[in-house]
Nanobody, 128 residues
């Protein structure tokens, strides 16, 4: 199965933008549903956005809809999360997750128990 590594995190002021990347090694990246999760200190890990292996459909948690965009380039084995209009409450460790040949539409695709491949995370810090 694939292994995933996140990159692109950093520190930014409120209103700024960042683009996270998740690069997969191994085979058959195009068979994997992918998602971004985040976890702030003292809080549970929460789903942010998810995407079908074909690139459609996608789903977002309400707090990021209209500000974040999930996308993928299967030829480059890479998943992206474009984050605009960042807020201090977006501060968290961001994780990439994958699951082969399974995708659930709607909010179920943001359930952490649906994924069995996880990266180590990349830190995003938004200051006010």
């Amino acid at each position: 199965q694939v292994q995933v590594v996140e990159s692109g995190g950093g520190s930014v002021q409120a209103g700024g933008s960042l683009r996270l990347s998740c690069t997969a090694s191994g085979t058959a990246f195009g068979d994997y549903a992918m998602a971004w999760f985040r976890q702030a200190p003292g809080k549970e890990r929460e789903g942010v956005a998810c995407i079908h292996w074909s690139g459609r459909p996608t789903f977002y948690t309400p707090s990021v809809e209209g500000r974040f965009t999930i996308s993928r380039d299967n030829a480059k084995n890479t998943l992206y999360l474009q984050m605009n209009s960042l807020r201090p409450e977006d501060t968290a460790m961001y994780y990439c997750a994958a699951r082969r040949n399974v995708y659930y539409s709607g909010s179920r695709c943001l359930n952490i128990y649906e994924y069995n491949v996880w990266g180590q995370g990349t830190q995003v810090t938004v200051s006010s």
